[in-house]
């Protein structure tokens, strides 16, 4: 068996290259969503097509199946795109292409099942399936849209809203 030999500086050469670049994959700067405190996530979007989005603190950045939506953010949908979200409370919310939603307000209380839910429908469309808080107080879900305020009474329906802008 043989040892192969390096001189000092060729060690050196190799060991600052490989520094260099491992800080360089450190310091590569992704978009991550600001930090959110954990009370504050209401939702989850379950599945998500084409381009949507969540903007949040300011920030915009790509939504994907899996991520935590928190209060007051809001979800846009590009002319491709599409995504259904399933909150805290179990209410579903699927939203089509050209679509902007805002999440207002949203109060749960696992044990009784009370709270409030608030959204506002800027544009686009979204179809709704509501969820435990409608079921023990039917008044405590609203939806704005830019010509109405809808009180949800039911359990499913679909509403599209004009840009307004």
């Not at 995504?83 to 805002?102: E, H, Q, Y």
């Amino acid at each position: 068996m043989r040892a192969k030999i390096y001189r000092m500086g060729d060690v050196m050469n190799r060991i600052s290259v490989f520094a260099l670049a491992l800080l360089a994959a450190l310091t590569v700067q992704t978009p991550v969503a600001p930090a959110v405190a954990e009370d504050n996530l209401i939702g989850q979007a379950k599945n998500v097509a084409g381009a949507v989005f969540v903007e949040r603190a300011g920030s915009r950045l790509p939504l994907k199946a899996g991520d935590r939506l928190a209060l007051t953010d809001t979800v846009i949908t590009g002319n491709d795109g599409s995504a259904g979200i399933t909150f805290a409370d179990n209410s579903m919310m699927s939203l089509g292409p050209d679509t902007v939603l805002a999440l207002e307000r949203f109060q749960f209380n696992s044990t009784t099942n009370e709270g409030v839910f608030a959204s506002r429908l800027r544009s686009g469309t979204l179809a709704v399936k509501s969820g435990k808080i409608v079921q023990q107080t039917p008044e405590a879900m609203t939806i704005r849209t830019p010509a109405a305020v809808l009180g949800v009474r039911g359990t499913e329906f679909v509403v599209r809203a004009d840009d307004d802008r």
